[in-house]
């Protein structure tokens, strides 16, 4: 150890296990530290009123925990992780500012679960596939804007949905040499756990004699709910008559369906009903 | 029994009912993806005596004697 006459210290350690405490109680320290060894525990507590940068570089091949817990009233901190094999979480308990998360990644796994009373959420994907697995649940209480300028978007009512689906329901019955008064029905139990929608239904009445073929051929339609006994939708015509119902009929699981079509002519008719639905 | 569990489960798109004039009703069903139609009668249909009877006769189907 030498003395230099501006007061500085030069202090040179060559040893294999060295423990060196030092306080340093000054207005003014300057102390470069140039440390070159492979394992190296080093514990620094600043207590200062103000810092300046601090600039840390660690290149090592493998690193631990990194513990950083900073209770300023104001802290800017930038950082940037270039690839971490283990994954990074970040545990963000109050931030009354603004957070940007820019992740430049081929392949990024995020998973977020936001447990807020009031959240902006912009979300901007400029990717070209996007897939969703599994269900995706929404309640929104607020107004929900939806911009698709996708030259391809298929949106399909929930009638649609069912037949791509494949759960849409079609009813028939149909007989013949029916006298006035009497007609066809069929019926259905809606399967356990499921609600019949009915969308639609049509009938036709044509004459069971040629000679009959040019008179009127008056018929009349009745959709019922048996287990109710509710009549739910009916209509009249001649020769047939049909409707598409704007607003679905929902028959509850377990409960009879029954859609009649009834011979309102006065000579003897052939007649049918069909119905169409979904059941979900 | 293949189609009256298929109609009381709801497992189809489509079925055509024809009523028979002794009360029994024939019943179709299909459904798309399956190359394959279920006919049947029934008596009694939805009805705690509900029975699949004999298609072209409308009688109680016959039961194989195994013995």
């Given at each position: 150890?030498?003395?230099?006459?501006?007061?500085?210290?030069?202090?040179?350690?060559?040893?294999?296990?060295?423990?060196?405490?030092?306080?340093?109680q000054?207005?003014?320290?300057?102390?470069?530290?140039?440390?070159?060894?492979?394992?190296?525990?080093?514990?620094?507590?600043?207590?200062?009123?103000?810092?300046?940068?601090?600039?840390?570089?660690?290149?090592?091949?493998?690193?631990?925990?990194?513990?950083?817990?900073?209770?300023?009233?104001?802290?800017?901190?930038?950082?940037?992780?270039?690839?971490?094999?283990?994954?990074?979480?970040?545990?963000?308990?109050?931030?009354?500012?603004?957070?940007?998360?820019?992740?430049?990644?081929?392949?990024?796994?995020?998973n977020?679960?936001?447990?807020?009373?009031?959240?902006?959420?912009?979300?901007?994907?400029?990717?070209?596939?996007?897939?969703?697995?599994?269900?995706?649940?929404?309640?929104?209480?607020?107004?929900?804007?939806?911009?698709?300028?996708?030259?391809?978007?298929?949106?399909?009512?929930?009638?649609?949905?069912?037949?791509?689906?494949?759960?849409?329901?079609?009813?028939?019955?149909?007989?013949?040499n029916?006298?006035?008064?009497?007609?066809?029905?069929?019926?259905?139990?809606?399967?356990?756990?499921?609600?019949?929608?009915?969308?639609?239904?049509s009938c036709?009445?044509?004459?069971?004699?040629?000679?009959?073929?040019?008179?009127?051929?008056?018929?009349?339609?009745?959709?019922?709910?048996?287990?109710?006994?509710?009549?739910?939708?009916?209509?009249?015509?001649?020769?047939?008559?049909?409707?598409v119902?704007?607003?679905?009929?929902?028959?509850?699981?377990?409960?009879?369906?029954?859609?009649?079509?009834?011979?309102?002519?006065?000579?003897?008719?052939?007649?049918?009903?069909?119905?169409?639905?979904?059941?979900? | 029994?293949?189609?009256?569990?298929?109609?009381?489960?709801?497992?189809?798109?489509?079925?055509?009912?024809?009523?028979?004039?002794?009360?029994?009703?024939?019943?179709?069903?299909?459904?798309?993806?399956?190359?394959?139609?279920?006919?049947?009668?029934?008596?009694?249909?939805?009805?705690?005596?509900?029975?699949?009877?004999?298609i072209?006769?409308?009688?109680?189907?016959?039961?194989?004697?195994?013995?």
């Amino acid at each position: 150890m030498a003395d230099y006459p501006d007061y500085t210290s030069l202090m040179q350690i060559i040893g294999s296990d060295i423990m060196v405490p030092i306080d340093v109680q000054a207005a003014y320290i300057m102390m470069p530290i140039d440390i070159q060894a492979q394992y190296v525990t080093l514990e620094i507590d600043i207590i200062a009123q103000s810092v300046g940068n601090i600039a840390i570089d660690i290149a090592a091949q493998t690193l631990g925990n990194i513990a950083v817990n900073i209770a300023a009233s104001a802290v800017t901190l930038n950082v940037s992780i270039a690839s971490i094999a283990g994954g990074v979480t970040f545990n963000i308990g109050t931030v009354s500012g603004t957070v940007n998360v820019a992740i430049q990644s081929s392949a990024v796994t995020l998973n977020i679960a936001i447990q807020s009373s009031a959240v902006t959420l912009n979300v901007n994907i400029t990717n070209t596939t996007i897939n969703v697995s599994g269900s995706v649940t929404a309640t929104i209480s607020g107004t929900v804007s939806i911009n698709i300028t996708a030259q391809n978007v298929g949106v399909y009512l929930q009638p649609e949905w069912a037949a791509k689906t494949g759960v849409d329901k079609n009813f028939l019955a149909s007989t013949t040499n029916v006298a006035f008064g009497s007609g066809i029905y069929g019926d259905y139990t809606v399967a356990t756990g499921k609600t019949l929608y009915i969308c639609g239904f049509s009938c036709d009445n044509f004459a069971y004699n040629q000679a009959d073929a040019d008179s009127n051929q008056m018929c009349c339609v009745y959709l019922t709910d048996m287990t109710t006994d509710v009549r739910l939708a009916e209509i009249g015509g001649n020769g047939g008559a049909g409707m598409v119902l704007s607003k679905p009929i929902a028959i509850p699981s377990g409960h009879q369906f029954r859609y009649r079509v009834t011979n309102r002519a006065n000579h003897y008719t052939s007649l049918g009903i069909t119905v169409w639905g979904y059941e979900v | 029994m293949k189609g009256l569990e298929k109609l009381h489960s709801g497992d189809f798109n489509d079925m055509s009912q024809e009523w028979q004039p002794d009360g029994s009703v024939i019943i179709t069903l299909s459904k798309r993806g399956e190359d394959k139609v279920y006919k049947f009668r029934v008596r009694n249909l939805y009805q705690p005596d509900e029975q699949e009877v004999d298609i072209a006769t409308g009688k109680p189907i016959a039961k194989r004697d195994i013995r």
